[in-house]
């Protein structure tokens, strides 16, 4: 979360996408909040994490839409 909101220069839209999964929605606000407040805090997975989820190319995605959102906007 701290990584993401760098490259937005401080900015943030945040958006939790979870399902609605009972289990896990709580520990995902933990994180986002810790995240955001820069607060380290251990949080254990409630599930095992999807493997398309386990590598570095979920976070260069969302690096990669971040970057094409802000080109798209830098005029606003």
């Not at 701290?2 to 943030?12: A, D, I, L, S, Y």
């Not at 009972?22 to 599930?47: H, T």
């Not at 976070?59 to 798209?72: A, D, H, L, Q």
Request: proline share 8%.
């Amino acid at each position: 979360m701290r990584e993401m909101t760098e490259n937005c220069e401080g900015r943030q839209i945040d958006l939790i996408a979870s399902g609605y999964n009972k289990i896990v929605l709580p520990y995902a606000w933990l994180s986002l909040i810790s995240g955001i407040a820069d607060f380290p805090i251990k949080i254990e997975e409630p599930e095992p994490i999807p493997p398309q989820y386990q590598n570095e190319l979920a976070m260069s995605g969302t690096i990669e839409v971040i970057n094409e959102v802000k080109r798209y906007h830098k005029d606003y």
